[in-house]
T-cell receptor, first 112, second 116 residues
């Protein structure tokens, strides 16, 4: 299930299940969105991105959905594996800037 | 994919010391580099944006005299934490982007700075 920890919300899933990680972004002017995966002690690793003219994009085992009406972004991971355990951040890129604004992050824990 | 290297990965030093962190883009020209700070169990907070050959742009609340940024070439940016104190202890991460807009930033593996 999903719970809110002291700083990071945590999503716990069983290996093989599908995971859905949600993110609410702040600025309706943002036109580019990215999901990053961060393992302990490492920098963020690019997973998938989506531009504001799309509402869905698929990669290998991952799908990003964008709902601009409610400013919501989600990351779906199919057949979650132990190696998917990490903290996942959404990031929004405001139009006409190169800056990224990161969400608060969600810790994904995968149990055997 | 694009590779960004950050060095050192971990540094421990005494209070009052200045510490330099390097960020290199290994296989592409980084017109823009970004420096972030991350506290435990928290998100990344942008500190500054640096463009090659020009002065860095600092985010509100970030002391530019404390965190000196140099971006002298298209493959190297440095962050110097001057006269570091224990409250400067944190995880510092750089990222780089190329000339094309709306492309993902590529991140280094961070530097854990511990000030005693």
């Amino acid at each position: 299930g999903e719970s809110v920890g002291l700083h990071l919300p945590t999503l716990s899933v069983q290996e093989g299940d599908n995971s859905i990680i949600n993110c609410a972004y702040s600025n309706s002017a943002s036109d580019y969105f990215i999901w990053y995966k961060q393992e302990s002690g490492k920098g963020p690793q690019f997973i998938i991105d989506i531009r504001s003219n799309m509402d869905k994009r698929q990669g290998q085992r991952v799908t990003v959905l964008l709902n601009k009406t409610v400013k919501h972004l989600s990351l779906q991971i199919a057949a979650t594996q132990p190696g998917d355990s990490a903290v996942y951040f959404c990031a929004e890129n405001m139009v006409d800037t190169d800056k990224l604004i990161f969400g608060t992050g969600t810790r994904l824990q995968v149990f055997p | 994919g694009a590779v960004v290297s950050q060095h050192p990965s971990w540094v421990i030093c005494k209070s009052g010391t200045s510490v330099k962190i390097e960020c290199r883009s290994l296989d592409f020209q980084a017109t823009t580099m970004f420096w972030y700070r991350q506290f435990p169990k928290q998100s990344l907070m942008l500190m500054a944006t640096s463009n090659e050959g020009s002065k860095a742009t600092y985010e509100q609340g970030v002391e530019k005299d404390k965190f000196l940024i140099n971006h002298a070439s298209l493959t190297l940016s440095t962050l110097t934490v001057t006269s570091a104190h224990p409250e400067d202890s944190s995880f510092y991460i750089c990222s780089a982007s190329g000339r094309i807009s709306n492309q993902p930033q590529h991140f280094g593996d961070g530097t854990r700075l511990s000030i005693l």
